[in-house]
């Protein structure tokens, strides 16, 4: 499973890169679909990413704003200390706990821990999906999207 | 590596019962981004899926053009008849062959068969997060994305 976080990482750092080409209109202006703005969106897969982690490990939710990160360098500095935390929890978690039952505060329902996991994952892939649609809109080519032919390094 | 499997299947299905609403027109219409059209993208996923698969087993490349599948029903009966072969292919494969290089007839580089099979679970969800965009310009609800709260059943 830690290849499919490094592939949205690699991924979601290009798309950070490729926001630089964009005004501050642009990367704000809310877009048909999905949550909103594509700043907005990448801010939501890092506050989603974390969120969904904290509660595995038993930890409260560390609710973060918008409007506390409405730029590019806020949003990727956000990704950056978010991304510390994480990797070094999945590299000292066991997959025998893959079973254990969570409870989130934002829902009644409770998930494994496995299926919070693969909800991360496909959460970032399916909104980077609806980027790449809103940079063709734009009439620009969206970063790569190919998990073959990547190389991922630990860490 | 199933349970994306599970979901992207599920989630697929409901796309197919989704576009039941759509004209011919709609279903078929180019679209900004992605692949084209929602008829040709779901056509695209199924086919690749197939594909890689098809690779990893050594086995020949099916070619299918949408010529021959362009109407709904007959992509839906598209995804049901390979859907028997990967299911059987899936739960009879080992995982000890995961790092076994793989060469495909439409790509110069050689893969790992875990490299294949997280791209094909990515490539689907990429390309619904992209169906989902085109489904809100169309002033349609998309189909829900979410992993979490699934009950999949085995097979």
């Known amino acids: ?15 950070l890169d490729w926001c630089k080409q964009l005004t501050t209109e642009d990367l704000l202006k809310d877009r048909i679909g999905g949550v909103g703005s594509i700043l907005y969106t990448l801010f ?20 973060v704003r918008f409007d506390d990160y409405n730029t590019l360098e806020k949003v990727k500095t956000l ?7 994480i990797v070094t929890f999945i590299q000292t978690t066991s997959d025998e706990l893959n079973d254990q039952l969570v409870s989130v505060p934002w829902d009644e329902d409770q998930y494994t821990r496995s ?35 990547r190389d991922f390094k630990p860490g």
Chains 1, 2 share one sequence.
């Open 79 to 85: 990704s950056d200390t978010f991304r510390q935390d």
């Open 115 to 149: 299926e919070i996991v693969h909800h991360i994952v496909a959460h970032e892939i399916h909104h980077v999906g609806q980027l790449s649609v809103w940079a063709r809109e734009l009439g620009l080519r969206p970063v790569p999207a190919n998990f073959v032919g």
């Open 1 to 15: 499973m830690m290849n499919f976080f490094q592939y949205n990482w690699q991924v979601r750092d290009k798309w």
């Open 44 to 63: 939501h897969i890092i506050d989603a990413e974390y969120s969904w982690l904290r509660a595995i490990e038993g930890k409260e939710d560390v609710v």
